[in-house]
């Protein structure tokens, strides 16, 4: 059909349920996937600032339970696909673009990662160092804009969550254990977010 792409929305369920929007593009080969979730680094405890941003960290840059990280690395390869996480305040976005021949093997391999994660200790340790190292190197050495950004932030929120980078801080990323990422996501990766 000519014209502008039709925007259509399915509600599922009552209120806080999930939600459906597809936006049609029929001369378009590639179909974009995004999962979004309102959790945030306004969930995370006191003292374990980043716990939010790690927990999606170690879900689309980690394994599942049917593949190592570097097997899904593998598997995404050939559908010329990846999934990427985009961490905020208040929202977790899950997203990926593929062809739409390869639709049905990126959507299972992005709903095995987001519902049956491995949490192995190896995709924690690193997704955490990677964490840190945004924080300590690049925010406060190579990017001065984001740093502004968090400064300002900072004065304006003080104490609150706004106020402090959403992906956390050293001193909190450095007090999480992999256990508390795999509570964080029993209770805060659920149908009602």
């Known amino acids: 059909a ?3 792409a039709k925007t259509t929305a399915r509600a599922k369920g ?3 349920q999930p939600r459906t929007v597809f936006i049609p593009s029929p001369h378009n080969p590639l179909v974009a996937i995004r999962l979004f979730f309102q959790v945030g680094s306004v969930d995370d405890p006191a003292g374990k600032e980043g716990l939010a941003a790690l927990t999606s960290d170690v879900l689309g840059q980690g394994g599942s339970k049917k593949r190592t990280y570097a097997e899904v690395l593998d598997a995404l390869y050939p559908l010329a696909a990846h999934i990427r996480v985009i961490g905020d305040v208040e929202s977790l976005v899950f997203e ?3 062809h739409r021949d390869n639709l049905v093997a990126f959507a299972d391999l992005l709903a095995d990662q987001i ?3 491995r949490f192995a200790e190896d995709d924690f340790t690193r ?3 990677n964490a840190i190292d945004y924080l300590t190197k690049s925010l406060r050495g190579n990017d001065d804009e984001e740093l ?3 400064s300002l932030a900072a004065l304006m929120y003080p104490g609150h969550p706004y106020g402090r ?3 956390g801080t050293a001193a909190g990323l450095n007090a999480i254990s992999l256990d508390d990422v795999r509570q ?4 805060h990766f659920a149908r009602d977010r």
């Open 2 to 4: 000519k014209g502008p």
């Open 14 to 16: 009552a209120a806080g």
């Open 96 to 98: 990926g673009m593929v």
């Open 115 to 117: 519902l049956e994660p």
């Open 127 to 129: 997704n955490r160092q």
């Open 148 to 150: 502004g950004k968090q």
């Open 165 to 167: 980078p959403a992906p």
């Open 184 to 187: 964080f996501y029993a209770s």
